[in-house]
């Protein structure tokens, strides 16, 4: 498997912490040549001084919500690289933890330039790259909603990750027979910043994150665990297009089965987070006159 990535051009986007830079370690370490991103030069600068030791790697900073920034960025990296040969849209959040009518609605619209028109904006300038070559591989990473199943208490950003996955299925079909695979890949719950830190909107909010340090236990992994997963998939696809869930319909009971087993031998640790909490937003008439 790791000689199907040594010498491939990945660039992954919001790659600088979390998730997105698990995946860029479990890739150097297959012997690709990464591009990691982030809207942070000094945060770029830092993950690629840390990640240097594992192999080539360099940095662009990143917005993905900036169409004309991201375009640029895809010119220079085949510039320099002479292509692309994966590129993997990582870049997103979750503004907030509470029930949708509770939380503002332009945190919805900020998820949505960032999770959504942002992932568009990379797949067309990517693409515009990869199709006149009729090969490369396009990596979309899905999230809670994307299978249609309710997301509460993350609700809103549920919804944008419905919006990447029917995006994913639609560019697929448009894409069959091009050289270009795709692969929809969910990780799952992960330990990263967007659990450990989230912000609680409202009372009912608050009440659905009573249990939260039990839900952190029997049900995420490490994001280092799914970013090998991903490694894996992506150097053994086959098929124009891919979709991977690593949630199944046993991850539940076999993650209370571990926590049971954890309980009894004293083996477990309680997850580390902080909740913030805030009021629900409410709409004021009176910001408008």
């Known amino acids: ?41 000094d945060a770029v600068q830092s993950a690629v001084d840390y990640l240097s030791g ?27 690289f002479g292509r692309i040969d994966i590129w993997i849209n990582n870049a997103g959040f979750s503004s907030s933890a509470g029930m949708v ?33 009729n090969a490369g591989l396009l990596v979309n990473i899905y999230g809670a909603g994307s299978f249609l199943r309710p997301a509460s208490p993350t609700g809103l950003y549920g919804a944008t990750k419905a919006w990447v996955s029917s995006f994913t299925r639609s560019l697929a079909k448009e894409l069959k027979g091009s050289g270009i695979k795709v692969l929809g890949f969910s990780p799952g719950m992960m330990m990263t910043d967007m659990l450990t830190n989230p912000r609680v909107v409202g009372e009912r909010g608050r009440d659905l994150m009573k249990r939260y340090d039990f839900v ?8 280092e665990s799914a970013a090998e997963k991903l490694a894996q998939a992506i150097a053994t ?20 089965l571990r926590v ?18 805030e009021p629900a937003y409410r709409f004021d008439n009176k910001s408008d006159k």
Request: hydrophobic content about 40%; proline content about 5%; some cysteine.
């Open 260 to 277: 049971t087993w954890e309980n009894f031998t004293k083996t477990g640790k309680i997850p580390q987070y902080e909740l913030h909490y």
């Open 101 to 133: 009518l509770d939380i503002n609605p332009q945190e919805a619209l900020d998820m949505f330039l960032a999770n959504d028109l942002g992932l568009l904006h990379c797949t067309q300038a990517v693409l515009a790259h990869m199709t006149p070559r």
């Open 237 to 256: 696809q086959k098929q124009e297009f891919t979709e991977i869930q690593l949630f199944k319909p046993w991850t539940p009971f076999l993650g209370i």
């Open 216 to 223: 952190l236990r029997f049900l995420a992994s490490t994001p």
């Open 1 to 41: 498997m790791t000689e199907k990535l040594k010498g491939k051009i990945v660039v992954i986007t919001g790659s600088t912490r979390g998730y997105g830079y698990a995946i860029a370690e479990a890739i150097l370490k297959r012997g690709a040549t990464v591009i990691v991103t982030g809207r942070s030069t």
């Open 54 to 80: 594992l192999g080539p790697v360099s940095g662009e900073q990143l917005d993905v919500k900036n169409e004309a920034q991201v375009h640029q960025v895809v010119q220079r990296i085949v510039k320099k």
